[in-house]
């Protein structure tokens, strides 16, 4: 089993892109840290083998979707929209917002393979429903994203 | 995908406290620039752990030390504070012991350990021989094992194997090199 500095290392970042895709640039650093904390307590039992990067996107996921609840359940409206989030290869678009306002299941589609990489039948084991379906919904999310922001 | 991001300072840091403070952090270090070339410093709860030298391959070591330990390892700098000071004084000449608490989890063997823990009442600008150290552990014959012991020292400088020498005057091995041993022994005779 690596030292989990290594996990860090190399899983880290892409793990912090996709919760910046799920629950946007402010509270990602929050939903990370939780994941890589929760992932740090667990380490040691996580069987040899195991795709470490779909486990850390499982978590980051299921975190991410409690701090979505959470902030659904604080309902507190705001006048202006956050600060427009950076993502470095795409500086122009407004993509979070665009993402934000895709339904569920296609924004967790889009983020997982398109943002995160992960492959159609990764992110169906995750989001739940056969790879096709996935394909599918990260499909329609792109042509919804680039209706909006193209 | 770019593959040479890194995670943000400020959100290693956090996980390191976080972890610290729930008690997950079993296997914290850092490295420490040194006249013999960079070491690798590791500390668990109970205290310093391990010390090596770059010949060792840090990576290797760490890999071990995940193995042995805990893979719950982390670049964590804070918990090795103490240890890099003293080992700073006493590499520059300033600090003639230690004092630090020391986990000696990685001594295989009982008489390994024996061996390891009479190692610091050699004083300091001082030496022993192999022979001599097997004596005084009891076990007159053992002076290979003493020699094993000091080979497979996990916390070389810190736990003096250094100063274990040849009967003969010889120097024999160190895991740092032959060249540190000799400069570490002049140093500490000046």
Request: aromatic share 4%.
């Amino acid at each position: 089993m690596v030292p989990f500095e290594q996990v860090v290392r190399e899983h880290g970042p892409h793990v912090l892109r996709v919760c910046r895709a799920v629950v946007g640039p402010d509270a990602a650093d929050d939903v990370w840290s939780e994941a890589f904390l929760s992932a740090l307590r667990a380490y040691p039992s996580l069987p040899e083998g195991s795709d470490v990067r779909a486990w850390l996107v499982t978590i980051a996921r299921r975190r991410g979707v409690d701090a979505l609840r959470a902030r659904a359940r604080r309902a507190v409206p705001v006048a202006d929209l956050p600060e427009r989030g950076v993502l470095d290869d795409l500086p122009e678009l407004d993509l979070y917002a665009a993402l934000a306002a895709l339904p569920p299941k296609q924004r967790a589609c889009v983020a997982h393979h398109h943002l995160a990489g992960l492959p159609h039948a990764e992110v169906a084991a995750l989001v739940g429903g056969s790879p096709e379906a996935a394909r599918r919904a990260a499909a329609d999310g792109v042509a919804a994203l680039r209706r909006s922001l193209l | 995908m770019t593959t040479a991001e890194t995670v943000p300072d400020h959100l290693h840091a956090r996980l390191v406290r976080d972890a610290e403070a729930q008690g997950l952090l079993d296997v914290a270090y850092r490295t420490l620039d040194s006249p013999y070339g960079p070491l690798l410093l590791a500390a668990t709860p109970r205290g310093l752990v391990r010390v090596a030298f770059a010949a060792e391959g840090h990576d290797r070591v760490l890999a071990d030390l995940a193995a042995r330990l805990s893979p719950r390892v982390l670049a964590a700098p804070g918990r090795l504070d103490a240890a890099a000071r003293e080992l700073d004084e006493y590499l520059a000449g300033r600090r003639r012991a230690f004092d630090l608490p020391l986990d000696l989890a990685l001594a295989r063997g009982a008489f390994r350990r024996e061996v390891l823990d009479r190692l610091p009442a050699i004083a300091y600008g001082t030496t022993r021989t192999y022979a001599e150290v097997a004596r005084d552990a009891g076990r007159p014959a053992a002076v290979r094992a003493v020699g094993t012991a000091c080979a497979t020292n996990p916390l070389p400088l810190v736990v003096p194997c250094h100063r274990v020498v040849r009967t003969g005057g010889g120097l024999g091995d160190y895991l740092g090199g032959t060249g540190a041993k000799r400069a570490l022994l002049a140093m500490e005779s000046a």
